[in-house]
């Protein structure tokens, strides 16, 4: 039975209290811009494993340039979330980062998520993925999809229980995509 992540509305578009199962309570919102330095930060925490996980290969550091182009997304094409402390943009702790970007097809949206183990195996990557999935609903995308490791079973086992699909698209094994249609499907009957 998934974790149980209690969730209260806050002012704003995409903004909620999020009390863990653990009793630990993040704020799910937007990324900022002063989410930045904080992202280099969390960075430093995470461990080699999970690093490789959400970025498909080993990264020592983020560096300042793309720490900055991930807390700045193109409002038009790309959407991201944080889970977070509860305090201000640029102090606050992330513990869970979620993005999508409308590829350039405009038809779908490619999705990464992260969250770290100090807030892990509480669902909060189920809750992440659903938002996802409604942004891109709302832009009315055809489908999302996202390439996984295949040892990263966690996350595979999350996108086969939303009903994502698998394919190996890429000439890379060890890379399997997920992805889920957004659009019905018509009938063959």
């Not at 038009?76 to 402390?85: D, N, T």
């Not at 189920?126 to 996350?155: H, P, S």
């Amino acid at each position: 039975m998934p974790a149980r992540i209690h969730r209260h509305q806050l002012p704003g578009r995409w903004r909620e209290q999020l009390v863990l199962e653990d009793g630990r309570e993040l704020i799910l919102r937007p990324i900022e811009a002063e989410d930045g330095a904080a992202l280099q930060r969390g960075f430093s925490l995470l461990d080699p494993e999970e690093v490789r996980m959400r970025f498909l290969h080993p990264m020592k550091e983020l560096s300042p340039a793309m720490a900055m182009r991930l807390a700045n997304p193109d409002p038009k094409k790309e959407f991201a979330l944080v889970a977070a402390e509860a305090l201000p943009p640029g102090e606050a702790l992330v513990g869970a980062v979620a993005r999508v970007a409308i590829d350039q097809t405009d038809e779908a949206g490619e999705f990464a998520l992260i969250v770290s183990r100090f807030v892990g195996r509480q669902g909060l990557g189920r809750l992440l993925m659903k938002q996802l999935i409604r942004w891109c609903r709302l832009k009315r995308l055809a489908r999302i999809y996202g390439d996984v490791l295949d040892e990263n079973t966690a996350m595979l086992g999350l996108a086969r229980s939303l009903g994502f699909r698998r394919s190996h698209p890429h000439q890379d094994p060890g890379i399997t995509r997920v992805t889920l249609e957004l659009r019905a499907q018509p009938s063959t009957h």
